[in-house]
Structures are given as structure tokens and as C-alpha cells.
């Protein structure tokens, strides 16, 4: 099977299922176009976190990783009137092409970016008391994964999601050997999900038009 299938197919379900717009579909543009790095999720996935985040019906969420703000757009678009997102971001540069985006697709009211090392902002809202958060979705450097997953537990309440990107990245979660900091820190933070107690962890390989990774769930059971 192949890269080449697989995106197919996800142009088939997109075809079939999964309308985008004129502000997704520019928000794409715009981040290219600015010559940020292509790495935002694929259209089916930002639809999942839509969806995720309807179900949930959540009025609070927060991003780790904004990049152009793809799918902070596809989140914030599953919030009520009153709901905020909270989308933290370090490059200036992205956090500036995100913000036009959002405004574009008429979500800017709702967002906020917080510029910075994610870590760090992570303690400013804990300590302005900006929880709890019903949605966390973490997508920003992989090695600090570990640190931002300890940090959404804290921001969560019971019955909070949280949601972890390419945790699988071509399988090489399975190299104990590595020194690489992002495989080391996608292993540290599937370790944590199955062994925090308070969550449940759900985890599951996908393949796309991004290749092959995974998505890790945790639902918050426990204060
Ligand atoms: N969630 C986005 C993709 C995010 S890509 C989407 O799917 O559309 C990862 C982003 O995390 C990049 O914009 C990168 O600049 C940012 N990032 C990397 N290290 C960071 C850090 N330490 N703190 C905050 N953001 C960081
Ligand atoms: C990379 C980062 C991501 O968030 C992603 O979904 C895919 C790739 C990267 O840094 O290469
Ligand atoms: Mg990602």
C-alpha cells in the first residue's frame, strides 16, 4: 500500500463526505503561500476534530500548535456563540497568517493566540485560571509532548478530552533505541495515556495524504 492510495482515498471520503470552504480551502492557500511548512491536519482529520468537538459540545478548547490555523478554524467552528479557543503558538510568523485566516473564516471573535514557548504559556493559564478546558488538542513540538500532556490533565475537568497528534509517525514509536527527542517523546506520552489513571487513553493508527502516523485519545475520568 502505498502514499499514493491512501491519499486517494482520502480524496474520495473528502469527495464524498467532507465539504470545505472557501475559508479552509484559503487558509491552505494563505499558509503556502506565506511558506509555512505543509504539516497542518488533512481535511478528514480537521472534520474528526469538528465532530469531536460538537459531540463533546465543547465551549472551551485549547490548541497547542497553530500553524496557519487550520484546524483551529475546523474547531472553532464547533463552538457555541460564547465558546472560546485558546490556540498557542512560538513562530510570530505563523501566529500572523493564522490570525488573517481566522478572520477570514469569520472565527476571530472566538480565538485567541497566545504567542510563545507553549510550555510556558501552559503555566500562565493555569496560573490566571483559565481552565478548564473541554477540549485539548496537542500538536506543537513533539518532544514536549509529555510536558503539554501533564499540562492539559491539569487544565481538563472530568469528562474532558484530550487529543494527541502523530504519535505513530511511520511507525518509529517502536524504536527504543532512538535518541530522536520526538520519538522519545511521542513513546513518553503514549506511556503516560495508558498508565495516568486519570484518563482513559484511546489510540489509533491512521493512514491519509500525511502518510502514516496516529491519533491518541485520553478522556479525563479523574480530577
Ligand atoms: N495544529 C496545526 C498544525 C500545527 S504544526 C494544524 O493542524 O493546522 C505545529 C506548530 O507548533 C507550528 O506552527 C510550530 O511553530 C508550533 N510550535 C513548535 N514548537 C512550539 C512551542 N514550543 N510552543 C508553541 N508552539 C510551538
Ligand atoms: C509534523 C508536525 C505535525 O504536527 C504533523 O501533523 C506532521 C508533521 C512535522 O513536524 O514534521
Ligand atoms: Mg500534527
Redesign the pocket.
Known amino acids: 500500500m502505498s502514499l499514493e492510495q491512501w491519499t486517494a482515498v482520502d480524496r474520495y471520503i473528502n469527495d464524498k463526505m467532507v465539504a470545505t470552504d472557501g475559508a479552509l480551502d484559503g487558509a491552505q492557500r494563505a499558509a503556502q503561500a506565506a511558506g509555512l511548512?505543509p504539516?497542518?491536519?488533512s481535511v478528514a482529520q480537521g472534520k474528526l476534530l469538528q465532530v469531536l468537538a460538537q459531540l463533546h459540545g465543547a465551549r472551551k478548547i485549547l490548541e497547542i500548535?497553530t500553524l496557519g490555523g487550520y484546524s483551529t478554524i475546523w474547531m472553532a467552528r464547533a463552538l457555541p456563540d460564547d465558546g472560546r479557543l485558546i490556540s498557542l503558538e512560538i513562530d510570530p510568523k505563523h501566529a500572523e497568517v493564522a490570525q488573517a485566516s481566522l478572520a477570514r473564516a469569520g472565527v476571530a471573535d472566538k480565538v485567541e493566540i497566545r504567542l510563545g514557548a507553549a510550555i510556558d504559556t501552559l503555566e500562565k493559564l493555569a496560573a490566571e485560571g483559565a481552565g478548564p478546558f473541554d477540549l485539548v488538542f496537542i500538536?506543537a513540538d513533539?518532544q514536549n509532548n509529555p510536558a503539554y500532556f501533564a499540562a492539559a490533565v491539569d487544565l481538563a475537568h472530568v469528562g474532558s478530552l484530550i487529543v494527541v497528534?502523530?504519535v505513530v509517525r511511520n511507525g518509529s514509536v517502536l524504536d527504543t533505541e532512538t535518541g530522536d527527542p520526538t520519538t522519545v517523546g511521542s513513546r513518553k506520552v503514549i506511556e503516560m495515556m495508558g498508565t495516568d489513571k486519570r484518563v482513559v487513553p484511546a489510540l489509533i493508527q491512521t493512514v491519509g495524504v500525511?502518510g502514516w502516523?496516529g491519533i491518541g485519545f485520553a478522556l479525563v475520568v479523574e480530577g
Open positions: 511548512p504539516i497542518s491536519v500548535g500538536d513533539k497528534d502523530n500525511k502516523d
